[in-house]
């Protein structure tokens, strides 16, 4: 497994683990990364101007900092992309489908699917809630291949799908004394531990961002003024690529 820690003044400390090699594998992973950057820079300037940590409190929430990153990383992009799923050939939406390194020969399509929970610290404990979306955000995306093979004249490019569930971490006031750099990485290392055992599909890019004293400080929960938020964990699946129709 490759670990790396990143600083980034005024945000926060991103702690980073890759596993697993295949093809577009180390590819998609750095635009994964950036893609987390992007994001974190992006919520702290939210924190700065209004004080509230408002990206943590759900999915529809969290596509207001990955959006600007998206626009910023991709050659183009679709929220909500319409898709048939499954053998039922039930009608669906991917979170986003993106266009990237056109023009070159990485050129690839990308789904990604997103998923939100939360997470209280210190927990010697994955929550079920968070299992579960895992669980879901996983057969999403695996449902998603038969589209893409029905219409391989449409996806003529090499097909990258990544699972992501983003966990919001928090702590009661009273304890927020006893959270350090540990803590958070323990958090981390619980919940990859808890999707690998569970018999799923286990994450290949985990990254930990630990908030800068300065965001945990100024963001409220404005629905739980007794915690604090400390960090969020980005949870992802970089699965196999489907390949083009030169290759099916």
Known sequence: ????????????????????????????????ENLIELSAKNAAR?????????????????????????ANLTDCFILEYPIRRGKSDNSGRVDYYCVNEVGTAKEYNLFLELECGRQGIPNDKFRKRNIDL??????????????IRQYKDFYNKNVVRVCMEIITLYADNSRIDKIDSDTLLEALQISTNTLRCNGAAS??????????????????????????FLGLLFLCRVMPPILPTRNL
Request: hydrophobic content about 40%; glycine content about 4%.
């Open 1 to 32: 497994m490759q670990k790396k820690e990143k600083t980034i003044r005024g945000v926060g400390k991103l702690y980073i683990q890759r596993s697993e090699q295949f093809q577009l594998k180390q590819v998609v992973s750095d635009f994964i």
């Open 46 to 70: 939210h924190v700065s101007v209004i004080e509230y940590a408002t990206f943590c409190y759900g999915e529809l929430q969290m596509h207001s900092i990955i959006v600007p990153a998206l």
């Open 134 to 147: 895992w669980d879901e955000v996983n057969r999403q995306l695996e449902d998603v291949a038969q589209e």
């Open 203 to 228: 994450p290949n890019i985990s990254v930990l961002w630990k908030f800068h004293p300065n965001i945990v400080d100024k963001a409220v929960d404005e629905y739980n003024p007794r915690r604090k």
